[in-house]
Every structure is written in structure tokens, then in C-alpha cells.
């Protein structure tokens, strides 16, 4: 099916989408505001940040700030953990990981002091996501199992999947392909068995392209990419298209087609840079740059991973550092200039 047809869909839907999240939006505002319970008042406008903070990460701060606020007043573990986790969603969505786990431990923390085990399983997913996006991956696996075990007692199988499905991202970039495939396998099937559950099976789907890709099943990954990238577009999902269309780019360039490439980490840039995920934007940049440079357009190829290499700089980020540095080795080579490719 064209490409072009997944976008019709996308646009005809997402207004759907975008009235569903404002009609629960106004609901979770009225139970706020009108709400006596002070415990179900913070509960109300904890939803309300967590459905918010996705798309628009700087909304988090002062949302944690009225949570620490009435959690202060009646001293409640359980408010201050989810104010604590919220400073840290705020943070992890801005590509800040170094400055959001201390929050997610923070989190882990209060929660440890509730009977609520619910919350000491996002502290530590969250928290195990940060190891994960910071490269220290043997931390990461000590937390994410952690987490996975606490979803399996409490059952809610949304949960389990999610936990399963960071469990094998990890496997992924531990060059462990079959390992992600058998975990992000699980998480598929319990995803697909939960009603409407396709439509949380996005990122899934995603992962295990990513998945296919480490092992060199190009077709597979393709495969799952474009399940994924369907999906995004249905529901309106700015950030899931953004970063399916990133990874569908990178397979394009891996078989060897770097216009294909180009067509689709254009579109990725576009989606990422008008929902302001500089963290995300660093992945179809680095694939755009080596197309160019595959096409010969060796400023071009330049100027985009000189835009990546910033956001890596300002970020403090370390994936994919190693393909910036190889971008640079390969434009410098090409251009006559050794001494800075050797650099």
C-alpha cells in the first residue's frame, strides 16, 4: 500500500484522536476542581500531567510542583513518589536522562514507603529506561527485571507488556538479537490479546524492526515497521510516526536505496521537530547524513550531522555517538581532508 495513503488516513483520523484526549483532558480538570478528597484531588491531576507530559514535556514541571506541594501538606509517600516521577517523565521526554533518574530513584524511594506496588514498578521501568538510554545497560536489566516482576504480581497485562518490550530494546543494543525477539515477541502477543490492543502494539512493532534489523532480516524489520508506522498514523501519534518513519529511513539506507531514505527521514525530521523531540531527532538525522554523503552531496551531508552532533553535545547523549564520528570520518575522507578524518 503507498505510503501516501497511511497519511490520509493519518490526517482524516487524528482530529478523532486529538477530541478523545481533550474530552478525557476536561473530564480529569473537573474531578480536579471539584474534587474534596485531597488524595483523590492529587490522583485526578497526576493523570492529567502523565496524559499531558508525553506531548508537551515542559507542562510537567509545574504539575510536580502542586503533587510535592499537597504531598508536603498531608505527607504522603505516595503523592511525593508520583511528583517525584513526574519531574522525571518531564525531564526523560526532553532527552535530559542524566537529570531525570535521580527523580525516578527519588520516586523508587517514597514508593518503597507505600504498600503501592504499582508505583515501585514505574519508578523502576522509568528508571531502568534511563539506564538503558544512557548506555549503562547491565543497570538497566537489574531494574527493568525488577519491574517485570512486580507486573506479573499485580497482573495488568498493559504492564507486563510494556516491561517486556524495554527488556528486549536492551537486548537489542547489547547486539542480542534473538533475545529481543523472544522478549518483544511476548510483549506482542499480550498486547495484540488485550481489546483494541493493536493500537498499543505500535512501539512494539517498532522494536521488533529494530529487532530484525540487528539480526540482517531486512524484510522482517521492514515488515514490522510498516505494521508500526500504519498504526502511528491512524491515531494521530506525532512522536510514534516521527520515529517510525526514522527507522523505515535507516532500512531504506541498510538495503542500499539512500533516496528512500532521504524521502522518509525528511518525514521523520518534520514530525519530531513540530512535537520539539530534539532526543529522538538525532537517529533520522544521522541516517540523512550518511545518504547525502552516499549521494555525493558531501555539504549537505555535513550540514545535517553538524545539527545532530549538537543536539548530542547539548544533550549529553550517547547514542549514536559512534555514528556521528563515522559520518564525520567518511564526509572528511571524501573531501580530501585525512587529517580530520583520522581525528
Request: aromatic residues 10%.
Amino acid at each position: 500500500m503507498p505510503r501516501n495513503f497511511f497519511l490520509l488516513v493519518g490526517f482524516a483520523v487524528s482530529s478523532v484522536v486529538l477530541f478523545a484526549q481533550s474530552t478525557q483532558e476536561d473530564s480529569l480538570r473537573r474531578v480536579y476542581v471539584n474534587e474534596k478528597d485531597p488524595i483523590k484531588k492529587a490522583d485526578a491531576y497526576f493523570q492529567l500531567a502523565d496524559l499531558l507530559v508525553d506531548e508537551k514535556p515542559e507542562a510537567g514541571i509545574p504539575f510536580a510542583d502542586t503533587l510535592e506541594q499537597i504531598g508536603k501538606t498531608i505527607r504522603d509517600p505516595e503523592i511525593l513518589s508520583r511528583a517525584s516521577y513526574l519531574r522525571g517523565q518531564t525531564y526523560y521526554h526532553q532527552g535530559k536522562y542524566a537529570t531525570a533518574l535521580p527523580f525516578y530513584r527519588e520516586a523508587l524511594n517514597f514508593a518503597n514507603k507505600t504498600t503501592d506496588l504499582d508505583l515501585q514498578g514505574k519508578a523502576l521501568n522509568s528508571a531502568g529506561s534511563c539506564f538503558h538510554d544512557m548506555v549503562q545497560n547491565d543497570s538497566a536489566l537489574v531494574y527493568l527485571m525488577r519491574a517485570a516482576r512486580i507486573k506479573e504480581q499485580l497482573g495488568n497485562k498493559k504492564d507486563i507488556a510494556a516491561a517486556y518490550s524495554n527488556i528486549g530494546n536492551v537486548f537489542s543494543d547489547e547486539m542480542a538479537p534473538d533475545k529481543a525477539v523472544e522478549w518483544l515477541e511476548k510483549a506482542l502477543a499480550i498486547r495484540l490479546s488485550l481489546p483494541n490492543g493493536e493500537k498499543s502494539a505500535i512501539v512494539t512493532y517498532n522494536n521488533l524492526s529494530v529487532a530484525y534489523n540487528v539480526k540482517g532480516d531486512f524484510d522482517k524489520a521492514l515488515e514490522y515497521a510498516q505494521k508500526g508506522i500504519k498504526l502511528a498514523l491512524e491515531t494521530g501519534n506525532k512522536l510514534h510516526a516521527g520515529v517510525i518513519y526514522g527507522s523505515i529511513g535507516h532500512l531504506m539506507l541498510k538495503k542500499g536505496d539512500p533516496d528512500k531514505c532521504i524521502e522518509f527521514c525528511d518525514q521523520s525530521v518534520r514530525l519530531l521537530t513540530e512535537i520539539n523531540r530534539k532526543a529522538n531527532l538525532v537517529f533520522p538525522l544521522a541516517n540523512l547524513s550518511e545518504a547525502w554523503w552516499r549521494k555525493g552531496n558531501y555539504a549537505k551531508a555535513l550540514e545535517l550531522n553538524n545539527q545532530g552532533y549538537a543536539i548530542m553535545q547539548e544533550l549529553k547523549l550517547l547514542q549514536p555517538l559512534e555514528v556521528y564520528y563515522e559520518n564525520y570520518m567518511n564526509i572528511y575522507e571524501s573531501t580530501g581532508d585525512y587529517k580530520q578524518s583520522l581525528s
